[in-house]
């Protein structure tokens, strides 16, 4: 089957949904949590400063506690990276049909994860091609992941795949429309006819469940890579990848 071309071009400035080929893109997500167990864990001078914050939230029906279960994962300054998913499509010599090759770092060492995620997009980006890809990454994902990077006082080089080389569905989805709401990619999917599992997400359960060590946030951040990239295809017009075309690597950096 002779392969078909999706728009593979040279582009400059930033990409957009059409000045890339779809593989050229590796698409990222990336789930948080609180970076202690509890308020209790935090010393006394950030406990303060959370208190501080609490109070803008505008949660007056929940304790101090509670708050930082449900909140300090999405600060990168009281929240640290438990997972992080990505995916490539690539097209098949043998059948010609197209394949979402995702892998997935998680665990405990918030650093170990970064790094393997930073080598994976460096080596990826390489290619001056090359984009990364996502819902919601260019405005959460990837400055959470930057500034968790400068706490962990890892490599600053690691700091150079986080530019302009990014697309983010949920910047296309507004069209240009400065004052329209970032919508989550579970009810764009919906809209637009990608399948998508229900999230019910729950912080603070999430939050108790990963520091008690039975966290799922490996396999949320993998449904979320698919998800982008199934609601990226629909944006182009593009045929949707079959379930059994979702390659899962195995990985075995990220062990604790």
């Not at 770092?105 to 930073?118: K, M, P």
């Not at 004052?179 to 603070?204: F, K, S, W």
Request: aromatic share 8%; glycine share 6%; net charge negative.
């Amino acid at each position: 089957m002779e392969k078909k071309n999706f728009g593979k071009q040279n582009f400059s400035g930033r990409p957009t949904l059409r000045s890339v080929s779809i593989e050229d893109l590796m698409f990222l997500s990336v789930e948080t949590v609180p970076e202690l167990p509890s308020f209790d864990y935090l010393s006394a001078d950030m406990q303060s400063i959370w208190k501080e914050k609490a109070q803008k939230l505008g949660e007056n029906n929940i304790s101090t506690e509670e708050a930082y279960l449900k909140y300090a994962g999405i600060t990168a300054e009281f929240g640290k990276v438990a997972a992080v998913a990505a995916g490539v499509i690539r097209q098949s010599d043998k059948d010609g049909a197209y394949y979402l090759i995702t892998s997935v770092y998680d665990g405990t060492d918030e650093s170990q994860i970064l790094s393997n995620l930073s080598e994976l997009a460096d080596n990826f980006l390489q290619n001056s091609k090359n984009c990364l890809a996502g819902h919601g990454i260019r405005r959460q994902d990837l400055p959470f992941c930057a500034r968790r990077i400068v706490v962990n006082n890892l490599n600053p080089s690691k700091l150079q795949w986080i530019g302009d080389r990014c697309i983010d569905t949920a910047d296309y989805w507004t069209f240009g429309d400065v004052n329209a709401e970032r919508q989550p990619a579970n009810l764009i999917a919906r809209i637009v006819g990608v399948e998508a599992e229900n999230d019910d997400y729950n912080y603070m359960s999430a939050a108790q469940n990963f520091h008690n060590n039975s966290d799922t946030l490996a396999e949320r951040a993998h449904r979320k890579v698919i998800t982008a990239a199934q609601i990226f295809l629909r944006f182009r017009g593009l045929q949707q990848i079959d379930a059994e075309h979702i390659l899962r690597k195995s990985n075995d950096k990220q062990k604790d």
